[in-house]
């Protein structure tokens, strides 16, 4: 199905009180646009899409199955399907984030783990 969407009309959720979220799905991914104030920690997950975080502004340290990367602005990492990983925002960061296929945890209201 052909969209086409701006992301000043796409709502913005405040998952916690240093975590807001937008995002858009099609019929096989999903694209999320994250503001992060610093300090802010996305707790630990796996999931069965691949992920890629573009970090647009700031830096975010990721741990990928007990290894820390971080990665900052103008850098992209690719986070293969079912990998454990977490993320700490090290200063106040903008980031967006595709995954494939659809993270229907989040379109099905499963995503409380953000939330807290």
């Given at each position: 199905m052909?969209?086409?969407?701006?992301?000043?009309?796409?709502?913005?959720?405040?998952?916690?009180?240093?975590l807001?979220r937008?995002?858009?799905?099609a019929?096989?991914?999903?694209?999320?646009?994250?503001?992060?104030?610093?300090?802010?920690?996305?707790?630990?997950?796996?999931h069965?899409?691949?992920?890629?975080s573009?970090?647009?502004?700031?830096?975010l340290?990721?741990?990928l199955?007990?290894?820390?990367?971080?990665?900052?602005?103008?850098?992209?990492?690719?986070?293969p399907?079912?990998?454990?990983?977490?993320?700490e925002?090290?200063?106040?960061?903008?980031?967006?984030?595709?995954?494939?296929?659809?993270?229907?945890?989040?379109?099905?209201g499963?995503?409380?783990y953000?939330?807290?």
């Open positions: 052909l969209k086409h969407l701006r992301w000043d009309e796409i709502e913005r959720e405040q998952l916690n009180p240093t807001e937008q995002y858009i799905t019929e096989k991914l999903t694209m999320a646009r994250f503001r992060l104030s610093k300090g802010s920690v996305v707790p630990t997950q796996s069965d899409s691949e992920q890629l573009y970090v647009l502004e700031g830096a340290k990721f741990n199955g007990g290894k820390d990367v971080v990665v900052r602005s103008g850098e992209v990492l690719c986070i399907s079912n990998l454990s990983h977490s993320a925002a090290l200063e106040d960061t903008f980031v967006l984030d595709v995954f494939s296929p659809v993270r229907s945890d989040w379109v099905n499963q995503d409380s953000l939330r807290k």
